[in-house]
């Protein structure tokens, strides 16, 4: 991993959002089966994720 060091510089804020596009595990039941989607959520502990809308982006925005 590369590493670097640079003087004067530094982070003033973080913001983040997150869509309202919310998907939990019992949506995706009719898809790919009950069994197959406890197990998913069970192996990698993901039980809801969040989708962007089809126009949605992300953008920078300048805070005052």
């Known amino acids: 991993m590369a ?3 640079l003087k004067g510089i530094s982070i003033k804020r973080i913001a983040c959002a997150v869509p ?3 998907k939990t595990s019992e949506d ?3 898809k790919f089966g009950i069994e197959s989607v406890k197990k998913f959520v069970k ?3 993901v039980s809801s994720v969040y989708h962007s809308y089809k126009q949605q982006t992300a ?3 300048q805070f005052l």
Request: aromatic share 20%.
């Open 3 to 5: 590493k670097g060091f």
């Open 20 to 22: 309202n596009n919310k």
């Open 28 to 30: 995706w039941y009719n």
């Open 43 to 45: 192996m990698t502990g």
């Open 59 to 61: 953008a920078l925005h």
